[in-house]
Nanobody, 121 residues
Framework: LQLVESGGGLVQPGGSLRLACAAS????????VAWFRQGAGKSRERVGC??????IRNYAISEKDRFDISREGNMVYLQMNNLKPEDTAVYSC?????????????????WGQGTQVTVSS
């Protein structure tokens, strides 16, 4: 039972990436999902959360207009636009019982290993 992130890579400033979170061994659509990121030498930062049904999304990240969390079937996505060098980080998804309203989960049941996003020219 695990989460697997994909879609990371190297992108130029101003570019976009869409990360995906998939579940192996369980149904991700039974869980709320949150995204986190952690840059080198930095503490982990909440990005945002999407409810099990997908109709509630809340973001903790300061520039929330550049990020969009969505879900379709057994996949959850993090769309990132107008990327900046400071967005460089390992992005991870986590699944749990529900969104806290603060961009993270009430409880954490599963974590992924993360996918590296590097924003550089």
């Amino acid at each position: 039972l695990q989460l697997v992130e994909s879609g990371g890579g190297l992108v130029q400033p101003g570019g976009s990436l869409r990360l995906a979170c998939a579940a192996s061994g369980f149904a991700l659509d039974d869980y709320a999902v949150a995204w986190f990121r952690q840059g080198a030498g930095k503490s982990r930062e909440r990005v945002g959360c999407v409810s099990m049904t997908g109709n509630i999304r809340n973001y903790a990240i300061s520039e929330k207009d550049r990020f969009d969390i969505s879900r379709e079937g057994n996949m959850v996505y993090l769309q990132m636009n107008n990327l900046k060098p400071e967005d460089t980080a390992v992005y991870s998804c986590t699944a749990g019982s529900g969104c806290s309203g603060k961009g993270d989960l009430l409880e954490y049941d599963y974590w992924g290993q993360g996918t590296q996003v590097t924003v550089s020219s």
